[in-house]
């Protein structure tokens, strides 16, 4: 019988940030989504004044002031290396880990039940990573990951669980899910639990109790498979090596309107340079590259402009500069002046294996290998974090950047940044 536990970081973003400063432990804290436009992450106190996820910081503004509430631009850098820390622990902790997001990952435990007490091992993990990563944690354990999900939701909201609970037991899940909206099981949410409450379906149980076949049939077969998980039958696999991505979408709404064509090529570079970057890291090459750009739908008292184009590749790569110069063509097709604009992206898809490369009927020249040295002994510096090589396009003041005006030091990936103890 398999044997899942989902481990999931106890609000990651908020935590990250506290690990180096205790002395707000206590205190309400948030932390702000890009252009620190809302709440994507709050601690219980914060939670406690009734700030919800998602909150826009305009909306939350006279509960910060009022309460001192403190305030984080996101630090995803600081944040990615966190979790690094917390999933290597895992994989030393379990026979085999599958990273399910930046906070979240699915340990398989099958053949584990005969060691011991499973909950004992949930708590051994629990406090290992908050004693040697210091991020608290709750995890939850059963036969599939769906019923996984519903434990680990358990050990958040039962403080008695003590952060673990083990949902093996076919009694147990029965009770829990009888107790569990429906639109809180993994993979249901919201628009689709409101359909099934209109059925009457209003619980986990009820779900679980509902026919399979007419899930299907009146819904997808996919919610099919969450009837049959909740039911101990195991349908989603353990995977080890997630399929590569479809598409890789870099976009960032800007810190102050952009209305010059100049500002608009570095922010397009700079966002295409880090599209390529994790292309590479996915050992594929693009064949397709989209660019699109837009202003400010929500204010209708300036003039409004989007448009998005793309352009299909010869040869498909994943060497930067082909994609910038690419990248800064479509711009160049789409622009136009006299707006202030207030987003702009760029997509990458149509992926090929980088060791898959195909010429033209009548070239007659290799692909240059050479590009892919070059990328490589560019990723390579990047990633030793002891200096950063960047593209003269994507230039150097960058006023357009994000607005991050609480932004916390990158305290464990950049040595100015080193915690200093007096």
Not at 198 to 204: E, M, P, V
Not at 258 to 280: F, G, H, P, V
Request: hydrophobic share 40%; with cysteine.
């Amino acid at each position: 019988m398999p044997i899942y536990a989902l481990c999931d970081m106890n609000s990651f973003y908020v935590s990250a940030e506290l690990l180096f400063r205790p002395d707000l432990v206590d205190k309400p804290c948030i932390v702000l989504s890009n252009n620190d436009g809302c709440a994507v992450a709050r601690n219980a106190p914060a939670k406690a004044l009734g700030i919800k996820m998602g909150a826009p910081r305009f909306e939350i503004e006279e509960i910060i002031q009022d309460h001192g509430v403190i305030t984080f631009s996101s630090n995803y850098t600081l944040y990615a290396d966190i979790s690094n820390r917390v999933m290597t622990t895992l994989e030393r902790l379990a026979p085999s880990v599958f990273i399910y997001s930046i906070d979240e990952a699915f340990l398989d435990l099958s053949g584990m039940e005969n060691l011991g007490s499973l909950a004992s091992y949930g708590r051994s993990v629990v406090d290992t990573v908050k004693r040697e990563v210091g991020i608290p944690c709750c995890l939850g354990i059963s036969t599939t990951k769906t019923l996984a999900k519903l434990a680990n939701q358990g050990a958040k909201k039962y403080p008695k669980t003590g952060g673990v609970v083990d949902l093996t037991d076919p009694q147990r899940q029965r009770r829990l899910m009888a107790i569990t909206d429906v639109g809180d099981v993994w993979g249901v949410g919201r628009r689709i639990g409101k359909r099934l409450k209109a059925l009457g379906i209003s619980t986990a149980l009820d779900l679980a109790d509902a026919n399979p076949a007419w899930i299907r049939k009146h819904f997808s077969v996919v919610l099919e498979r969450t009837v049959r998980e909740l039911n101990g039958i195991a349908c989603i696999p353990f995977d080890d090596n997630p399929p590569h991505k479809k598409q890789i979408f870099v976009s960032r709404s800007f810190g102050q309107r952009i209305t010059q064509l100049s500002d608009m090529r570095q922010a397009i570079s700079s966002y295409m340079t880090k599209a390529a970057e994790n292309l590479r890291n996915e050992g594929m090459n693009a064949g397709m590259v989209t660019v699109f750009l837009r202003t400010n739908v929500f204010n209708q008292n300036q003039p409004q402009y989007s448009n998005n184009v793309s352009r299909t590749l010869m040869h498909p790569s994943s060497d930067t500069r082909v994609l910038v110069t690419v990248a800064n063509e479509l711009l160049s097709s789409i622009w136009k002046r006299g707006y202030a604009f207030m987003k702009a992206g760029v997509m990458l898809s149509d992926f090929y294996e980088q060791s898959i490369s195909q010429q033209g009927l009548f070239d007659v020249a290799p692909i240059d290998s050479r590009s892919t040295q070059l990328m490589a002994t560019l990723d390579k510096i990047n990633r030793q974090k002891k200096g950063q090589v960047v593209f003269a396009r994507d230039g150097v003041s960058q006023s357009w950047q994000m607005k991050r005006e609480n932004l916390s030091p990158c305290y464990t990936t950049r040595w100015s940044d080193l915690p200093k103890v007096r």
